[in-house]
């Protein structure tokens, strides 16, 4: 049976969630304060950790990490209170699996609790190796590659905003295709928007729409990407391209998840799950005063950052092979195969580059 603690100072809170929990088939425990919770997971093994904030003794966002340390590394899950999900980010990006607000409802809570629960589950079959993923032609099995599935499929079982950066042609877009397609959201749509090709005067257009008559030959209202997302994921491939005054207004369209179409009166809302992708370096371009820093921060809740192939020799053969029955198939002749010395040529030529750099 798995078993969850629970830190939080409010006992109504426990009631609620231990009801939950046990009509999940699962044991509940309850601690109030930092230190009875710590001491108790160093002594006994719990699946997961339902962490408050505002502590007695602390802030719970402190001790995320110590809490992930310990012999049966549960995963921690943070409580926060309404609408300030600030906080919660930094501590999905330092380890915790995820966040939910207290006021959710029951539904929202038991989604994430047996979402983590089966990653562990399936985890612990596996041992090592990453959780059962639909792979979608996703190829690798080096060890820095099954790290990345690994993260992968932690960002494909939560709701927190993705950065995948990496060199041009690491899988960037490969990558948010199957975050999107093992997350819930594999029923909505995937949409896709190339920041690097938005012309700055109909970016907003674009992105937002517009009510009918708001420009010549705007004859009906047009919806916009945001809104197709809506229920589905948002992929913003090269965002850091995005024109300085569009960073600005998406900002805020992130923080309240609500846009508004041009020309409109009213904001209205879109569900959707933001991935974006990179292969310039944003921490330089901030430093640079040429990307928002506090977008920087909302995007990369989740970071993945993907290796380059000269990073994962081992990989050459698999990818080889895979893209080269493609082929094949795709032009109807006869499966092909390579020579050993095609594959050797390969890894000397990436290991040479990587001896130059
Ligand atoms: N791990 C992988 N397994 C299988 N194919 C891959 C993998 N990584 C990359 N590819 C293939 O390499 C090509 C480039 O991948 P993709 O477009 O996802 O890269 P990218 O990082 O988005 O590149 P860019 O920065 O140029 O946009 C695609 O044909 C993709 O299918
Ligand atoms: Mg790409």
Known sequence: MERILIIDDDYA??????????????????????NEGLSEVEHAAYDVVLLDVNLPDGSGLDVVSRLRKVPSHPEVIIMTGFGNPDGAEIAVKNGAWDYIQKAASPQVVTLSLKRVLNYRKEKCRLGTKPVALKMNGLIGSSKPMTACFDQLARAASGEANVLISGETGTGKEIFARA???????????????????????????????????????ADKARQGLVAQADGGTLFLD??????????????????????????????????????AATNRDLDKMVAEGR????????????????????DRLDDIKPLTLYHLSK??????????????????????????????N
């Not at 809170?13 to 930092?34: D, S």
Request: positive net charge; charged residues 25%.
């Open 13 to 34: 809170v426990f009631r609620t969630l231990a009801t939950l929990i046990t009509r999940m088939g699962c044991e509940a425990a309850w601690r109030k304060t930092l």
């Open 179 to 217: 975050i999107h397609a093992n997350s819930s959201r594999c029923n909505g749509s995937m949409v896709v928007v190339d920041c690097a090709a938005l012309p700055e005067t109909l970016v907003e257009c674009l992105l937002f729409g517009h009510e009918k008559g708001v420009y010549t030959g």
């Open 238 to 275: 090269e965002v850091g391209e995005l024109p300085p005054a569009i960073q600005r207004v998406f900002l805020r369209v992130l923080q309240e998840r609500r846009y508004r179409p041009v020309g409109g009166r009213n904001e209205l809302p879109s569900n959707f799950r933001l991935v």
């Open 291 to 310: 990307f928002r820093k506090d977008l920087l921060y909302r995007i990369r809740t989740i970071n993945i950052t993907l290796p380059s192939l000269k």
């Open 327 to 356: 082929l094949c198939e795709r032009y109807g002749i006869e499966n092909k195969s390579v020579s050993p010395d095609f594959i050797d040529a390969w890894a000397i030529m990436n290991g040479r580059e990587m001896s130059v």
